[in-house]
């Protein structure tokens, strides 16, 4: 017996313990690998995509001479903030601002009403040919806007509305995206709210405002910021559509410090660039936990 015993004790002794915990550190650390690899990419597309921004603000404080120097410079070493005041001075950029805000607006407001409505029906109504009609109409996604522009315009023309302000706005009120972002949130909220509200007698209007529009707060906050910014950048359709400068919005009113044939300070042009991408930027800093929250929705679902 004393024998078997130290046997065992021997071999408990020597035998060394199984290496459980081995896996899991090198899966620690091939995540920490990952993490840092992660960070290192999002670092490298935040620096590709604002380096043309610092670029433009950059640019707008320089003389013209300083503009093309070779190597360039990113920090300019004497700031001409005269270029901002020289924007003022060649084009009437308030009335372009005052214009550009009246489309932005209605068109946001447009299209949030319309998105919002049929992305409801088209995920918590149920009618014949449903997804037929919502196959088709996502397919107009896929048409470019330059190939129907003519029939628009013509459109446009018969309601007597070109060369004015509402000719952009009446033109973009509906959207195949807006009601496409709007249906995929509206299908992820329970529907046995909507049917419990049905079932007390109250109309589908009623389900609407009253249950699902309080709880599409961020997919709504989302699509209003995205059309901000399509639309107060817009210049295709402003382009076509007006003719008299009194009706031009802020991006085509800026063509005009180009000057004749190209031959405007690039430095003044790209000081009324920054003046124009003011708005969205502020917009973002200030709506973009709203905006996270629309494009994050549904993703721990």
Same mark, same amino acid.
């Given at each position: 017996?004393?024998?078997?015993?130290?046997?065992? +004790?021997?071999?408990?002794?020597?035998?060394? @313990?199984? #290496?459980?915990?081995?896996?899991?550190?090198?899966?620690?650390?091939?995540?920490?690998?990952?993490?840092?690899?992660?960070?290192?990419?999002?670092? %490298?597309?935040?620096?590709?995509?604002?380096?043309?921004?610092?670029?433009?603000?950059?640019?707008?404080? !320089? +003389?013209?001479?300083?503009?093309?120097?070779?190597?360039?410079?990113?920090?300019?070493?004497?700031?001409?903030?005269?270029?901002?005041?020289?924007?003022?001075?060649? $084009?009437?950029?308030?009335?372009?601002?005052?214009?550009?805000?009246?489309?932005?607006?209605?068109?946001?407001?447009?299209?949030?009403?319309?998105?919002?409505?049929?992305?409801?029906? *088209?995920?918590?109504?149920?009618? @014949?040919? !449903?997804?037929? $009609?919502?196959?088709?109409?996502?397919? +107009?996604?896929?048409?470019?806007?330059?190939?129907? $522009?003519? @029939?628009?315009?013509?459109?446009?023309?018969? %309601?007597?509305?070109?060369?004015?302000?509402?000719? %952009?706005?009446?033109?973009?009120?509906?959207?195949?995206?807006?009601?496409?972002? =709007? !249906?995929?949130?509206?299908?992820?909220?329970?529907?046995?709210?909507?049917?419990?509200?049905? $079932?007390?007698?109250?109309?589908? *209007?009623?389900? *609407?405002?009253?249950?699902?529009?309080?709880?599409?707060?961020?997919?709504?906050?989302?699509?209003?910021?995205?059309?901000?910014?399509?639309?107060?950048?817009?210049?295709?359709?402003?382009?076509?559509? &007006?003719? +008299?400068?009194?009706? *031009?919005? &802020?991006?085509?009113?800026?063509?005009? %410090? #180009?000057?004749?044939?190209?031959?405007?300070?690039?430095?003044?042009?790209?000081?009324?660039?920054?003046?124009? =991408?003011?708005?969205?930027?502020?917009?973002?800093?200030?709506? #973009?936990?709203?905006?996270?929250?629309?494009?994050?929705?549904?993703?721990?679902?």
């Amino acid at each position: 017996m004393s024998t078997n015993t130290d046997i065992n +004790t021997a071999l408990s002794v020597t035998t060394p @313990p199984p #290496q459980v915990n081995a896996p899991v550190h090198r899966a620690s650390a091939v995540g920490q690998i990952g993490r840092i690899v992660g960070i290192a990419v999002l670092v %490298l597309g935040a620096i590709t995509a604002l380096g043309p921004l610092l670029w433009t603000v950059s640019t707008s404080l !320089r +003389t013209p001479a300083e503009a093309f120097t070779n190597p360039p410079q990113w920090i300019p070493l004497h700031p001409d903030f005269s270029n901002y005041s020289a924007v003022f001075d060649q $084009i009437p950029i308030g009335r372009f601002f005052i214009n550009s805000v009246i489309v932005t607006v209605l068109i946001v407001v447009g299209q949030t009403v319309t998105c919002t409505l049929s992305g409801y029906a *088209f995920a918590m109504v149920e009618f @014949p040919g !449903r997804n037929a $009609i919502f196959a088709v109409f996502l397919a +107009t996604m896929m048409v470019p806007l330059q190939t129907i $522009i003519i @029939p628009v315009f013509v459109i446009i023309r018969y %309601l007597g509305l070109s060369n004015s302000l509402m000719s %952009l706005v009446v033109s973009a009120l509906g959207s195949a995206f807006g009601t496409f972002l =709007m !249906r995929q949130y509206f299908m992820q909220l329970p529907r046995e709210l909507g049917e419990a509200a049905r $079932i007390d007698g109250a109309s589908h *209007f009623q389900v *609407f405002f009253s249950v699902y529009a309080k709880m599409a707060g961020p997919a709504i906050a989302t699509l209003a910021i995205l059309n901000f910014s399509a639309f107060w950048a817009e210049f295709y359709r402003p382009l076509i559509f &007006l003719q +008299t400068q009194d009706n *031009f919005t &802020l991006p085509l009113g800026l063509v005009a %410090l #180009q000057g004749n044939l190209g031959t405007g300070s690039i430095s003044i042009v790209l000081a009324g660039v920054v003046l124009a =991408m003011l708005p969205s930027v502020i917009l973002f800093i200030v709506a #973009q936990r709203y905006f996270i929250a629309g494009v994050t929705a549904g993703s721990s679902r």
